[in-house]
Structure formats: structure tokens, C-alpha cells
């Protein structure tokens, strides 16, 4: 049982250089987040989606695109990365009747 | 969603017991409080939810007072491996479909 995983783990991109990171489910959850962690603070909020097919903005969506074609996958786009958005990033996903969302083991991306 | 403020850091020693408290004074009647515990380089793990009086479970037990402004995570007989950050969350129905975190509270165990 697989729970969130997170493809790739590590990344270095230049500025301005694009990407997409992968966030796949097994649990057949409806709800899957975005998140992302500076150092030693918490984790904000990017993208969610509540299904297949649907996205909504975070706290903090300015450059950044998600889709969500399949209810398994969740993936995260920056068009053109910056400096500023170096940071470790995870997905998470969670139903409406259980209080619990699982986290997957995080992205840690690097852009010089 | 209700905002929540805790202890930016706490301290402990093994074999004590640990009681981390988060503040919501703005908590909707349809919110239930939910607890997750993140280790450095992991992602957060869930500890415990409530609505109100007293959970509890294997892990933790969640306290949350009438008026459910507040709420008191303890954590008994702490070991150094529950050195780690404890977020507070507070959301409609069993599991709000914006998972918000707050800063959170490090609590550091020392031997």
C-alpha cells in the first residue's frame, strides 16, 4: 500500500526553466492539497482540488498551475521557475468523512 | 476558517508529560479541531481530531473546553522521538476541503 507518492524527490532547475511534479493516490481520495514548506516555517497552502476535474487556489497560487485529469494524480506546474519559490513541497490527500489526510514524503526543489 | 495561535516552541524532558494549547476564538459551530504531528524532512502525520470534551487515543489525548475556544493536546511520558512540530487545525466538517496549518509548535524532548 503505496499511500502519496511524490515523483521526483529532488530537483534543481535554473531560473526560469519549467517543470511538473507529480502527486499519485492510491486510496481513491477525493480531496488532494499542494503544499509548500520554507525553512523552518509551516506549510502553506498552494492548490487543492475536491475531484477529478476540479482546482481551486490556496494561499499562495501566484506561479503555479495544478491539474487533476485523473482522481489519482494531482500535478503541480511552474511555468518559469524563480529563486523564491526554492522549497520543500508536498502532497497531500484526504475524503470528507475521515479526519485524516496522508502526506507524501515531500519535493525538495532547488532553483538557482 | 477559524485562525488558530500557538506556543511557537516548547521544551520537555523524557518521561514527562507534554501539553501543547491552540487558541480559536473564532471556531464556527461546524468545526472540528484537528491535530498532526511533522518530523524534520517528513510530511505531517495526523495525531488526533475532536469536536468537544475529551478524545483519546494510542498517541495523544485531545481536551477541548465548553466554550471550544481552545483545545490542549497531551501527550503523555514523551520520548525524544516526539521531538517534532504539533499543528493545530480547526475546519467544518470532519475534514475541511482546505487543509489550512498555522505555524505550529516545536516541541524539543531532551534526554
Known amino acids: 500500500n503505496a499511500g502519496v507518492t511524490q515523483t521526483p524527490k529532488f530537483r534543481v532547475l535554473k531560473t526560469g526553466q519549467s517543470m511538473t511534479l507529480l502527486c499519485a493516490q492510491d486510496?481513491?481520495?477525493?480531496?488532494m492539497y499542494w503544499y509548500r514548506q520554507d525553512p523552518g516555517m509551516g506549510l502553506r497552502l498552494i492548490h487543492y482540488s475536491v475531484g477529478e476535474g476540479t482546482t481551486a487556489k490556496g494561499e499562495v497560487p501566484d506561479g503555479y498551475n495544478v491539474s487533476r485529469l485523473k482522481k489519482q494524480n494531482f500535478l503541480l506546474g511552474l511555468e518559469s521557475a524563480a529563486p523564491s519559490q526554492t522549497s520543500v513541497y508536498f502532497c497531500?490527500?484526504?475524503?470528507?468523512?475521515?479526519?485524516?489526510?496522508?502526506f507524501g514524503q515531500g519535493t525538495r526543489l532547488t532553483v538557482v | 476558517l477559524a485562525k488558530t495561535t500557538q506556543p511557537i516552541s516548547m521544551d520537555s524532558y523524557e518521561g514527562q508529560e507534554v501539553n501543547i494549547t491552540c487558541s480559536h476564538n473564532?471556531?464556527?459551530?461546524?468545526?472540528?479541531i484537528t491535530w498532526y504531528q511533522q518530523f524534520p524532512s517528513q510530511g505531517p502525520r495526523f495525531i488526533i481530531q475532536?469536536?468537544?470534551t475529551k478524545v483519546t487515543n494510542e498517541v495523544a489525548s485531545l481536551f477541548i473546553p465548553a466554550d471550544r475556544k481552545s483545545s490542549t493536546l497531551s501527550l503523555p511520558r514523551v520520548s525524544l522521538s516526539d521531538t517534532a512540530v504539533y499543528y493545530c487545525l480547526v475546519g467544518d466538517i470532519p475534514n475541511t476541503d482546505k487543509l489550512i496549518f498555522g505555524t505550529g509548535t516545536r516541541l524539543q524532548v531532551f534526554p
Open positions: 486510496m481513491n481520495h477525493e480531496y
Open positions: 497531500a490527500s484526504d475524503r470528507p468523512t475521515i479526519p485524516e489526510a496522508f
Open positions: 475532536g469536536y468537544k
Open positions: 473564532n471556531i464556527a459551530t461546524n468545526d472540528y
